[in-house]
């Protein structure tokens, strides 16, 4: 059996890894049976022709896949001018489908999270509490290799700090550079989002280029993104996400990055990327080294064709309160305020839609 929505969820998802549809789209192709190709017509058969008998359906992709699934998307600030830098976990995103596979969840962690570590002796760190961003730095240190960091390990360190925190198994994830970013919004086009409230850049100047960064910190023209429905390339999509020095500090940027991911997401559905292979690939190819998939064995074509049916105006941005946490009068990091802790907890048992009834603030409208 085939099936031409292979992304539908995995586009949501694909906001982040739209490799996903070449993965999916390339695999499917390779897998067809080829046509059988004619022999001479003069050619006895090599055997009598067997009696005609009912063959087992071949199971779809992923038929053993069953949810609740959790997957973990990670924006990274990785350096790679600089030998040797650790990559920091700047964005931190859980896509939570239930059991039914009809709708799903998407909600941020705070990356200054106050979370215990745990030890990890593939790089060395005895573990610790401190904010949830290390965890991806400490567990990409490669013992004797300082001037190469893992990306991988990183992303298996920040995975089960996550779990441990949200009491959620994660299945798959996938870790994109900024750089990747970047390239992946230019490679469709650019994409058009409400920007929600005025946001001045700390980081670029109107035309691009990167502000003067000196002792006292950035100086020179802001590009500044005022509210309405705006139409942004690769980079601005990427400054305007990164922002948290504004109102509402992290926690907006949370939102806006949240937003982003479902603009993206309808893009890639609009424009039909999921069923173009030759489009897919040309995103994947701009991707490059940028973008690290973790499947945890399985498949990303599983997931793709398992969440393909959900329907896109089905994903649920999630916003979770937090505060800030000091000691000795200096700041510490954040921690969830008990709503936010609360959701988790309604999410594990399956209640999230009647917890979010009852909470509407939570919920994220535009």
Do not use: C
């Amino acid at each position: 059996m085939t099936r031409r929505r292979l992304l539908g969820l995995a586009a949501l998802v694909a906001a982040l890894l739209v490799a996903t549809g070449a993965v999916v789209t390339t695999r499917l192709v390779a897998n067809r049976p080829a046509a059988p190709v004619a022999g001479p017509s003069t050619a006895p058969p090599a055997s009598p022709t067997p009696a005609p008998t009912t063959a087992s359906p071949t199971p779809p992709p992923g038929a053993d896949l069953k949810g609740p699934l959790n997957l973990l998307l990670v924006g990274v600030d990785t350096r790679v001018s600089i030998p040797g830098w650790e990559p920091h976990a700047d964005a931190v995103l859980l896509l939570h489908v239930p059991a039914g596979l009809d709708r799903a969840y998407l909600f941020s962690l705070p990356r200054d999270l106050v979370v215990d570590i745990p030890a990890y002796p593939k790089a060395r760190y005895p573990g610790g509490r401190t904010k949830l961003t290390h965890a991806m730095s400490y567990g990409s240190r490669v013992p004797g290799d300082k001037r190469n960091p893992s990306t991988a390990q990183g992303y298996e360190l920040l995975r089960t700090t996550v779990s441990r925190y949200t009491g959620l198994r994660i299945d798959a994830g996938a870790v994109i550079t900024f750089g990747g970013f970047d390239k992946l919004v230019d490679t469709l086009g650019g994409v058009d989002l409400y920007v929600d409230q005025q946001v001045a850049s700390r980081h670029r100047r109107p035309d691009g280029t990167m502000r003067t960064l000196t002792g006292g910190g950035y100086t020179g023209p802001q590009m500044v993104y005022e509210k309405g429905t705006r139409h942004l390339t690769g980079w601005q999509a990427l400054d305007y996400a990164r922002q948290r020095y504004t109102a509402g500090g992290d926690y907006t940027r949370q939102r806006h990055q949240q937003q982003l991911l479902r603009a993206l997401a309808r893009k890639i559905l609009d424009q039909g990327t999921a069923r173009d292979p030759q489009r897919v690939e040309q995103v994947v190819a701009a991707l490059g080294k940028t973008l690290v998939y973790a499947g945890g064995g399985r498949n990303l074509i599983d997931y793709a064709y398992v969440l393909g049916g959900l329907p896109a105006d089905r994903l649920t941005l999630v916003v979770l309160p937090g505060a800030g946490v000091s000691s000795g009068g200096a700041y510490r990091g954040e921690q969830l305020k008990p709503l936010g802790r609360d959701f988790l907890t309604a999410l594990r048992g399956g209640r999230a839609d009647a917890f979010l009834a009852a909470h509407p603030s939570l919920r994220v409208k535009n």
